[in-house]
């Protein structure tokens, strides 16, 4: 059974990650509102990611103190990122937004993984 996180700052940093991803994405500057638009994500959309990106945050913090909740929710943003990679190489926007923002996320989410597990 995957118990509370030994080492929890890898987790808290995520959150606080996303936290700012999510906030950045209430008025997105112009490189969140470039990348979403690259992969034809639909602006009456956006809203969403806003939700999961808040959601991802709360249950990793919760995740410190409740077993297997941290666990979960990094797997989730591990979906949620290997999504948005697809979706990049699907519409063919493999640029430096591509590599930096949702590669760097989704390496920092398996990082993240690895460290809530150990």
């Not at 700052?9 to 112009?30: E, K, N, Q, T």
């Not at 939700?51 to 929710?73: D, T």
């Not at 493999?94 to 690895?114: D, E, H, P, Q, Y």
Request: aromatic share 12%; glycine share 6%; charged share 10%.
């Amino acid at each position: 059974m995957i118990l509370v996180p030994t080492w929890w700052i890898a987790p808290a940093f995520l959150a606080a990650v996303l936290l700012v991803d999510a906030i950045l994405s209430l008025r997105p500057p112009a490189f969140i509102a470039e990348c979403l638009r690259s992969v034809h994500f639909p602006e009456d959309w956006w809203w969403v990611l806003i939700v999961v990106k808040l959601l991802a945050a709360v249950g990793l913090i919760a995740g410190i103190w409740i077993p297997g909740l941290a666990a979960a929710a990094t797997a989730g943003v591990i979906a949620y990122f290997s999504c948005a990679i697809w979706a990049h190489i699907r519409a063919g926007a493999t640029g430096m937004a591509f590599r930096v923002n949702c590669l760097g996320m989704w390496v920092l989410s398996c990082v993240t993984m690895v460290c809530v597990l150990v």
